[in-house]
């Protein structure tokens, strides 16, 4: 890892924030969770060519409640749906989602009513991989990328709640919502 020489002299300095980062994007365990095609590729990444257990990640745990981060891998249905918000909000905080493939990320090719037109309609999704499928050297870009943002994570920030105030000022800003202002 080259520790040792970033740390010839025995101590490392560094903020409480920075460890918890680094901590946290250390020891990822995604829920144990696939929805189609894209799975298999999931699976693949667990196995000894890809060896996800490189970045701490082969626990995918059977229980939500010990994950933290959800691997959406499939078109979600709309039979799924509040299955998958389920496992979701078993999941304890901090918990990140990836959407994995076209299908999760949009509803890809199946734009019928049977299709969830893309899995931020029922959950937050911190990043969107594309593909149909992935392969399982672009999941673990993903991944890559994700452990980078949680890395920069800013401690003591609820992003839910962050991006919800976003949203709300997104909306206040809106012209009709101006126009009810002025009526008011
Ligand atoms: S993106 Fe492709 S591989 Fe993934 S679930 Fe959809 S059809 Fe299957």
Not at 15 to 38: D, M, N, Q
Not at 138 to 166: E, F, T, W
Request: hydrophobic fraction near 45%.
């Amino acid at each position: 890892m080259g520790l040792e020489e970033k740390a010839s002299s025995g101590f490392l300095l560094t903020t409480i924030e920075g460890f918890a980062g680094y901590v946290r994007k250390a020891s990822v365990w995604p829920v144990t969770f696939g929805l189609a095609c894209c799975a298999i590729e999931m699976m693949a990444t667990g196995g000894p060519r890809y060896d996800i257990s490189r970045f701490g990640m082969e626990v995918f745990r059977a229980s939500p409640r010990q994950a933290d981060l959800m691997i959406v891998a499939g078109r979600v249905s709309q039979k799924m749906a509040p299955v998958v918000r389920q496992v979701y909000d078993q999941m304890p905080e901090p918990k990140w989602v990836l959407s994995m493939g076209v299908c999760a990320s949009s509803g890809g090719m199946f734009n019928n009513y049977a299709v969830v037109q893309g899995v931020d309609h029922i959950v937050p999704v911190d990043i969107y991989l594309p593909g149909c499928p992935p392969r399982p050297e672009m999941l673990l870009n993903a991944i890559l990328a994700l452990h980078d943002q949680i890395q920069k994570s800013p401690l003591g920030v609820d992003r839910r709640q962050a991006a919800k105030a976003a949203e709300a000022a997104a909306l206040e800003a809106t012209p009709t919502s101006r126009m009810t202002g002025l009526l008011q």
